[in-house]
T-cell receptor
Framework: DAGVIQSPRHEVTEMGQEVTLRCKPI?????LFWYRQTMMRGLELLIY????????DSGMPEDRFSAKMPNASFSTLKIQPSEPRDSAVYFCASRPGHNYEQYFGPGTRLTVT | AQTVTQSQPEMSVQEAETVTLSCTYDTSENNYYLFWYKQPPSRQMILVIRQEAYKQQNATENRFSVNFQKAAKSFSLKISDSQLGDTAMYFC???????????FGQGTTLQVKP
C-alpha cells in the first residue's frame, strides 16, 4: 500500500487566497483525521471522519476552515480566505475501524504571506 | 480532561548508548491505548510502539521498549543502542476511547551524537 497520500507537499499563497489541501487515506481505513502542527501549539486535531461522516469538528479554528470527505478515498481541507497565522504543517491520518493506530501522511507545509 | 505531558523538551545521547524519554498522562478511562511516534527532520510521523492499557507486559519493538506504570500514569520510552537515524522529535500520545481522539504531548527532541 502507498500509505496516506497528501497533496500538495508545499503550498505558498498570499493572504486572502483560497487554499485546498487534499488527502487520500489508506484503502480500507474507516477513519480519517486532519491535524495542524505549529511550533507554538504543537499537534492539534482539527476534524475527523468515520465512514465519510464528520464526527468531531471541534478543533476547526474558525469558519474559514472547512473539510469534506465525499467518498472513502478522498478528503479535502479548505481555508478561505487564508491568513498568515494559518501557516503550518497540515497532516492527514487514517486508521482502520478495528485498530487504534493512526497512519500519517507526509504533511503539507502551508505558507501564507 | 485527558492530558499528556512530556517534561523533557530536548535530550541528547551518544551513539550506541541507551536513552529514556519520559511521558506522563492523565485520564479517567479504563480502556485506552498509548503510543510513541517519531518525527524525523523529514517531518513524517512514524509509529514507534504501542501499549494497550489492559496489558501488564511492557511492549517491545526491537531496540525500542516502554516502561508502562499504570498506577503512576507513566509511559516512558527506552531506546537501546542509539543510532544516528534515531535523531528526531518523539511524541507520546494517548488514545481516548470515549472521544476517539489521539491526544499528543508536546514532544521531546532527541539528538544522537556520533
Amino acid at each position: 500500500d502507498a500509505g496516506v497520500i497528501q497533496s500538495p507537499r508545499h503550498e505558498v499563497t498570499e493572504m486572502g487566497q483560497e487554499v485546498t489541501l487534499r488527502c487520500k487515506p489508506i484503502s480500507g481505513h474507516d477513519y480519517l483525521f486532519w491535524y495542524r502542527q505549529t511550533m507554538m501549539r504543537g499537534l492539534e486535531l482539527l476534524i475527523y471522519f468515520n465512514n465519510n461522516v464528520p464526527i468531531d469538528d471541534s478543533g476547526m479554528p474558525e469558519d474559514r476552515f472547512s473539510a469534506k470527505m465525499p467518498n472513502a478515498s478522498f478528503s479535502t481541507l479548505k481555508i478561505q480566505p487564508s491568513e498568515p497565522r494559518d501557516s503550518a504543517v497540515y497532516f492527514c491520518a487514517s486508521r482502520p475501524g478495528h485498530n487504534y493506530e493512526q497512519y500519517f501522511g507526509p504533511g503539507t507545509r502551508l505558507t501564507v504571506t | 480532561a485527558q492530558t499528556v505531558t512530556q517534561s523533557q523538551p530536548e535530550m541528547s545521547v551518544q551513539e550506541a548508548e541507551t536513552v529514556t524519554l519520559s511521558c506522563t498522562y492523565d485520564t479517567s478511562e479504563n480502556n485506552y491505548y498509548l503510543f510513541w511516534y517519531k518525527q524525523p527532520p523529514s517531518r513524517q510521523m512514524i509509529l514507534v510502539i504501542r501499549q494497550e492499557a489492559y496489558k501488564q507486559q511492557n511492549a517491545t519493538e526491537n531496540r525500542f521498549s516502554v516502561n508502562f506504570q499504570k498506577a503512576a500514569k507513566s509511559f516512558s520510552l527506552k531506546i537501546s543502542d542509539s543510532q544516528l537515524g534515531d535523531t528526531a522529535m518523539y511524541f507520546c500520545a494517548l488514545y481516548s476511547s470515549n472521544t476517539g481522539k489521539l491526544i499528543f504531548g508536546q514532544g521531546t527532541t532527541l539528538q544522537v551524537k556520533p
